[in-house]
């Protein structure tokens, strides 16, 4: 067999969300920081996402993780998340998933009974804390970035469903909330298909009518990929469980909880003075 390219990938995953890492044969990418390199990759030369994205190697429904140099001494290792629709700032599954395959496979050391690894991300600089027993990343703890609402109780128009209001916020990249009760749901898995059916519409209303911008961080506006829509069950009272339900690129939704969503949501909640500083919510 004849090769002229060759990429080594390990495939995890994070409750059931399966995330493919790269591990070799991508030397790097131009750009002196992870923001220049997040916008070369969606905006210059795109050659690599579809590579690795595209059937027959990839598909609609999958993820692949980018490793790179980091930018800044204080780092590990950088990484960008690869959608099928674009190259996004972070992920906090992915992060997970990261950093387990480059420890559990040695590309990174391990120290038991906790490891501290440093995330360069367009993001800002990521702490993962991961519990480590016998050669095997069992637990991780994933600091969020800074993390701020957008838009609150902004009035979109959706396909069939008339006037919605969504709060928009940042949590590693934008998302668009949208109450679940107030679209008769409570996010239940045999709701999964309808769900994501009125989340597309959502995801095109938000992308037509909803001006995001990043407060400082000017390369990552030049970058339209549109917010996430993202539909929430708060919890009832005295409860701090919240049910959440994210459509990803390629219109399904997300198995896992999802980290920068769970963010923008919490920086949301505290902003509504729902959410404590240092009080603990479950998504």
Known sequence: MKTNRLITTVDAHIGGEVSRVITGGVIGLPGKTMSEKLYYINSVDDSLRRFVLHEP???VDKTTNLVVPPTRDDADVGFFPMEANGCYPM????????????????????????????LD??????????RCENGNAIACTVSAPASFPVHLDHPIEVEGLGTLFTDVGWGGWYYGFVDARKLGFSIQ??????????LRKVGTALKEQVSIRHPYDETINKINLGAFPFMTFDPEEGSNVHRFANMMPGGRIDRSPCGTGAAARAAILHSRGKMKLNEEHIA
């Open 91 to 118: 992920s906090g599954a992915n992060a997970i998933c990261v950093v387990t395959v480059l420890l559990e496979t040695g590309a990174l050391p391990m120290v038991e009974p906790e490891t501290l690894v440093r």
């Open 57 to 59: 190697r990839g598909g």
């Open 121 to 130: 991300t367009a993001a800002g600089l990521i702490d993962v804390k991961v």
């Open 189 to 198: 898995p045999d709701e999964a298909r309808d769900i994501a059916a009125v």
